[in-house]
């Protein structure tokens, strides 16, 4: 399609300039728009006319404008038509509005003059623009004898003047894309900084043989970019001058002077020189604002804090609000904080390409649409979220701008000493659990130590012959203890030399994180555990509570296709710790939720505490792998019923069946009581217990395995002593006037209470620090329980035919002892046709426990001959002329109570029944028997000891297999104050139980057990 040779000239106003490329919006007057209209009307499509700016002085005429735009009308506006208006018929109020866009530079062949074409519009009848004949310029003119330099080849100055474009503009657009309040126009501002970064800028493309093709194509392009910037953002920026018409004068100077520049290399050199300028003139007006801004702030701090009497206003410091953004800070700041992480990653490696891959990714959707996370598209925003996700994770290969403190802790000798001193110093007891933390931190050491050597070996190796010669003798030595003497020594000398050398992260072997499980009542002290344990290591210590988590996306984390996804918990933990090593405490493991249409979150626990597994661990949100292989995974549960059997086989279980009351003694005199004491704002002068009455609040008000009633309840009294105290200062203060709380004695603070003597004989009628068992019940009102003498003594009213204690675990982890009552109950049937024989068992007890019974008595029936109940050994004991059932039943029947362990107790209590025989009430037992009368093993005996040595008991009847419990686990004051007795089968539980020849067995022969 041909150029047109002849355009309508359209008249610009002072100071407008349009060039190619831009698009602008103009007022034009009633005539001229008027015009503009008819020609709307004349053609079918969108009118192309010429738009010329107009001259500066327009009086003198001084220089008739000979350059122009052609530019197509995309829009015109009619004005409002008011009443006004069209009663007077004015028409120079009414303003048109049209919407033009540059096409091309063109020159005017006829001269034109601005004044006698407004004066031809205005008189004229019939409103109408003039026409004018126009030639289009040459785009591309490599060589101009005027700008060029002939010395230096004609590709060099392209290449120079495109790299001197591109570094002017892009501080140009930086700076008012920071500085600009309006997201449209940030987004401007960045879509055409992409733009220009596509600019080719090498020059070798230009010395190929159809160079001059690629040389046009990138110069044009160049030059055109060029036109677009002076057009865009030419005069938006802040006026430095004082007169605003200098301003004006000076803008419109340059843009015309673009105009008139036909060559695109010299255009490309002046729209440099222009961006140049326009960038020291913001930088300028930045500083003033800035400055103007911070005194305007301070002054009205200074204001405001003078008006509230603030006596620290005078010194002239601020506080800086964090919630307040940051002058300085842009989204620019974040996203080269985000590149600068990923240029730290190693190069190669799997997290690094996956970060460049989305920064590619993010920056190509910044260029189609601006900043802001990909200029506000939703794709944008997630490609964003998740880079700094990704970003904010401690990557093993990331460089490590300081050393990891506890690595040096790790390598002292000192370290196993000081670990096993913190775990001491936080809990008492425990001295399996803490023995396995000791096991674990000795190999940590020793792998750090092994480490640490080859590297040292390795880099002496290169600088230090003489140290690799010492490093060969201690490896050769004979000694194992001087070698490894020997060995920190060379260490040691060698560590200043290694640590001078900037690396990266050693890529550590380490040591495989052991997966502790730690199983226990509540208060035992499973979550303060693990964070002794990351004290001891120094490492950040974060909890994960898995109570009630239902989806196996709180694991894994969600995917970026879901909205508002994001990582998991594991990712979030290790985004908090900020490294790779951290103690990472997964607390009620037990109570995580069932398998559902959420997924299975405890099947995705299994990789997580897979060790072989859990180097690569995926999350679906970062979609990278994640190593965990370095974490020291630790969780907690109350049981281990509900966790499943591949989960429960991936961890180390740890049990902590409770404390004893001695136990519970230390830690309420070493820790719950000062604990207490500070809390309450008293000191250990005020608040002073008895051994007997902190034995009472442990034995009496609390029944528990942890320590949390037994917290609560000191607390309760120290509160009670608190008041006590105020109310003794009050008095003091009304009656002598001369001890009062804010009048403190000059060695002592305003808030100390100590400053009264507590041995002052006023004092001491007025407040009594001493707390008294005698007091307890008037603190803590009755006792619950009563393990003590009370009953006791409700034990010693006598031997009971039928009743036999046995040794149970309660719900909380307690262990204790319970009755087992048996009773003789008539069926009234005298003519022994089978009527009888059967047991009722009661007690709320579960399947197992009812066949514990059921065995029982099958036994006591097989053997009844043999114990003299019957005088046939094919009699049943329940039938006969006058025919019985038996009841048993356990106590306490709002309690559920099951399990393999009151198979003993019931036969014995069946015997006691049937044959009269009585067992003394100081006995207690435990165990399972098989129907061939066998007495098996059974759990908790620890637990049951300690409940029986509560109720005093003198005689513990326990299986012979479970003597290494007792053994390992009671203390040996307990095991020095009972007696253990332990049986392999009923014949010998009977006669523990009833004493030797109680029970007389009729079969004395030596009769043969079938083998079949």
């Known amino acids: 399609m041909s150029r047109p040779t002849k355009l309508a000239i359209l008249p610009l106003p002072y100071p407008i300039v349009l060039l190619p490329a831009s698009r602008i919006t103009v007022p034009l ?44 009308v995309l829009r015109l506006v009619k004005p409002p038509l008011g009443r006004s ?91 008012m894309a920071q500085s600009s309040q309006q997201q449209a126009r940030k987004d401007a501002f960045y879509k055409i900084a992409a733009m220009l970064e596509e600019l080719k800028d090498d020059a070798e493309g230009l010395e190929l043989e159809d160079g001059r093709n690629i040389a046009r194509d990138n110069l044009d392009r160049a030059a055109w970019m060029a036109d677009v910037l002076v057009g865009s953002v030419l005069g938006q920026g802040m006026r430095t001058s004082p007169s605003g018409n200098e301003g004006e004068n000076e803008d419109w100077t340059d843009k015309l002077t673009l105009l008139s520049t036909s060559n695109s290399l010299s255009r490309l050199q002046l729209a440099t020189m222009i961006l140049t300028k326009l960038h020291t003139k913001l930088e300028v007006t930045s500083r003033i604002a800035n400055a103007v801004d911070e005194s305007l702030k301070l002054k009205e701090l200074q204001q405001s804090s003078s008006a509230s009497g603030n006596p620290n206003s005078s010194n002239g410091n601020t506080r800086h609000n964090d919630l307040d953004l940051d002058s300085n800070e842009s989204d620019d700041t974040e996203l080269m904080d985000i590149r600068r992480k990923l240029e730290a990653m190693e190069p190669g490696s799997e997290e690094r390409k996956a970060g460049v891959r989305e920064w590619r990714r993010l920056k ?34 990331v460089t490590q701008t300081s050393p990891i403190p506890s690595k040096s802790s790790i390598t002292t000798s000192s370290f196993l000493a000081e670990a096993r001193a913190q775990l001491d110093s936080d809990h008492y007891g425990l001295d399996k659990v803490k023995k396995r933390l000791i096991e674990y931190l000795a190999v940590v050491k020793l792998k750090e130590l092994a480490e640490l050597a080859e590297e040292r070996r390795l880099a002496l190796e290169n600088q230090k012959p003489e140290v690799t010669e010492a490093l060969e003798d201690v490896s050769g030595a004979a000694d194992h203890d001087d070698r490894e003497k020997e060995l920190q020594v060379v260490l040691r000398q060698a560590q200043p030399t290694v640590e001078n050398r900037p690396a990266r992260v050693r890529k550590s072997k380490g ?37 009630g988590v239902r989806d196996e996306a709180e694991i894994r984390g969600h995917r970026r296709t879901y909205v508002a996804s994001g990582p998991g918990l594991i990712v979030q933990a290790l985004r908090k710790a900020g490294r790779p090593d951290f103690v990472c405490l997964l607390d009620e493991i037990d109570k995580i939720g069932a398998s559902n249409f959420h997924g299975d979150p405890g099947a995705a626990l299994l990789e997580v505490l897979d060790p072989e597994q859990n180097c690569n661990f995926n999350d679906h949100y970062i979609n990278v792998p994640i190593d965990l292989s370095q974490v020291l995974f630790i969780c907690t549960a109350n049981t281990l019923e509900t966790i499943s059997a591949p989960l429960l086989d991936r961890c180390e279980v740890v049990v902590l069946p409770g404390y004893t009351y001695d136990e519970k003694l230390h830690i309420a005199r070493r820790f719950l009581l000062p604990k207490q004491l500070k809390t309450n704002g008293l000191t250990q002068e005020h608040v002073k217990f008895t051994e007997e009455a902190l034995k009472a609040v442990a034995t009496r008000y609390t029944r528990e395995a942890g320590v949390r009633t037994l917290e609560r309840s000191i607390g309760s009294v120290v509160r009670f002593k608190a008041v006590e105290w105020a109310e003794c200062l009050d008095a003091i203060e009304a009656q002598e006037g001369k001890i009062s709380v804010n009048e403190a004695s000059p060695h002592s603070t305003s808030t100390d209470l100590s400053v009264i003597n507590l ?58 002892i319970l009755p087992v009552e048996t009773i003789v109950v008539p069926t009234g049937n005298k003519s022994g046709n089978g009527e009888g024989g059967r047991l009722r068992l009661t007690g709320s007890l579960g399947d197992v426990i009812k066949e514990s019974g059921e065995l029982a008595l099958s036994w006591v029936k ?80 620890k637990e049951k000891v300690l409940g029986a040595h509560r ?36 014949q010998e539980a009977l006669e523990a139980a009833f004493g030797k020849g109680v029970i007389g067995w009729r079969s004395q022969l030596n009769m043969l057990e079938s083998r079949l």
């Open 29 to 72: 007057s009633a005539e001229v728009g008027e015009a503009l209209l008819a020609l709307f009307e004349a053609n079918e499509s969108l009118p192309v006319i010429a738009a010329v700016p107009a001259a500066v002085d327009t009086s003198a005429n001084a220089s008739a404008v000979q350059y122009g735009t052609a530019a197509r």
């Open 85 to 175: 208006a069209l009663d007077s018929g004015d028409k120079q109020s009414r303003v048109y509005l049209a919407s033009l866009h540059g096409l091309t530079r063109v020159c005017l062949e006829e001269r034109y003059d601005y004044e006698k074409a407004m004066k031809i519009a205005l008189n004229s009848t019939t409103p109408k623009l003039l026409t004018r004949k126009i030639s289009y310029s040459s785009s591309f003119q490599l060589r101009d004898s005027s700008d060029s330099n002939p010395n230096v080849p004609v590709q060099v100055q392209a290449r120079e003047s495109i790299i001197k474009f591109k570094a002017a503009a892009l501080r140009v657009l930086q700076h």
């Open 364 to 397: 190509r959707l910044m260029g189609a649409g601006g900043a802001g996370g990909g200029g506000g598209s939703v794709e944008g925003g997630v490609i964003r979220g998740w880079l700094e996700w990704f970003t904010a994770l401690p990557w093993p290969s």
């Open 511 to 547: 040591v495989k994180g052991p997966i502790l499980l730690f199983v226990g009542p509540p208060g035992t002290g499973k979550t303060s555990l693990g964070q002794s344990i990351a004290r001891a290591l120094g490492r950040p210590f974060q909890r994960i509570s898995l109570g």
């Open 759 to 816: 041995e002052h004989p006023t004092k001491t009628a007025l407040y009594k620090p001493l707390v008294q068992e005698s007091e307890l019940e008037a603190i803590l009102g009755i006792a619950r329980w009563d393990d003590g003498d009370e009953s006791l003594a409700e034990r010693n009213r006598g031997s009971r035919r039928g009743v036999v204690y046995g040794l149970v675990v309660m719900g909380q982890g307690e262990g204790g």
């Open 862 to 941: 097989t053997h009844a001959y043999d114990l003299g109940i019957t005088t046939s050994p094919f009699h049943d004991p329940l039938k006969g002329p006058n025919s019985i059932d038996i009841h048993l039943h356990l106590p306490a029947g709002a309690q559920k109570k099951d399990g393999p362990s009151a198979g003993v107790a019931m036969t014995c209590a069946l015997v006691s029944l049937l044959t009269g025989a009585c067992v003394p009430t100081d006995v207690a037992m435990t165990g399972e028997i098989t129907l061939r009368g066998r007495v098996t093993p059974v759990g908790g005996i």
């Open 951 to 986: 109720a005093q008991i003198r005689k513990v009847i326990l299986p012979y297999a479970n003597r290494k419990d007792v053994e390992h686990d009671v203390a040996l004051e307990i095991r020095n104050a009972m007696e253990f007795v332990f049986v392999r089968d009923l």
